[in-house]
T-cell receptor, first 115, second 113 residues
Framework: DAKTTQPNSMESNEEEPVHLPCNHS???????IHWYRQLPSQGPEYVIH???SNVNNRMASLAIAEDRKSSTLILHRATLRDAAVYYC????????????????FGKGTHLIIQP | KAGVTQTPRYLIKTRGQQVTLSCSPI?????VSWYQQTPGQGLQFLFE???????NKGNFPGRFSGRQFSNSRSEMNVSTLELGDSALYLC????????????FGEGSRLTVL
């Protein structure tokens, strides 16, 4: 499986933007880039995913490098509720009918938000 | 819309026993996958079921098994429990098992004594 590399932890101030980096230099052409986050005592929560183009949703933006070897999750205005472990994951399309393999979680980035 | 429901939330077993965990996916979701989370190994993929068939499997021993019913509900079973099986077991559902969003439950916390 292609691996991802993320910083162990990052700290940011409330109401400021946060840029969470992820390196995936061995990404293959069929790998989608997914981001999940996990708050304490909860299951992981989907944040965003993309293949080649930058993506935006109500939670965050995903900026994907042109060579796809790195990506950045952007939280535009961090709140205390965004404090969590953020996982960058590659997920391959396995089946022509639409199936995919399981997610391979790394250690993730522990995001600390200071009030 | 109800989320993914896992039962029981907490349970304690002793070594050598077996355990069955249950997962009810979001209505309309046909893919269910299971993950094990421990402090040392993090989140690890166990297996995925789609339309009652195991479609993909992680690197776990045969003591870990699962099944999916016609209503998409899923169960996982761990036989001959070991201390190292103490973990949070998470279930996730998806509409059909493509590369889109996974919805996770809150997990079943298993403690093996």
């Amino acid at each position: 499986d292609a691996k991802t590399t993320q910083p162990n932890s990052m700290e940011s101030n409330e109401e400021e933007p946060v840029h969470l980096p992820c390196n995936h230099s061995t990404i293959s052409g069929t790998d989608y880039i997914h981001w999940y986050r996990q708050l304490p005592s909860q299951g992981p929560e989907y944040v965003i995913h993309g293949l080649t183009s930058n993506v935006n949703n109500r939670m965050a933006s995903l900026a994907i490098a042109e060579d796809r070897k790195s990506s950045t999750l952007i939280l535009h205005r961090a709140t205390l509720r965004d404090a969590a472990v953020y996982y960058c994951i590659l997920r391959a399309l396995m089946y022509s009918g639409g199936g995919a393999d399981g997610l391979t979680f790394g250690k993730g980035t522990h995001l600390i938000i200071q009030p | 819309k109800a989320g993914v429901t896992q039962t029981p939330r907490y349970l304690i077993k002793t070594r050598g026993q077996q355990v069955t965990l249950s997962c009810s996916p979001i209505s309309g979701h046909r893919s269910v996958s299971w993950y094990q989370q421990t402090p040392g190994q993090g989140l690890q993929f166990l297996f995925e079921y789609f339309s009652e068939t195991q479609r993909n499997k992680g690197n776990f021993p045969g003591r870990f098994s699962g099944r999916q019913f016609s209503n998409s509900r899923s169960e996982m079973n761990v036989s001959t429990l070991e201390l190292g099986d103490s973990a949070l077991y998470l279930c996730a559902s998806q509409i059909q098992g493509d590369t889109g969003e996974l919805f996770f439950g809150e997990g079943s916390r298993l403690t093996v004594l």
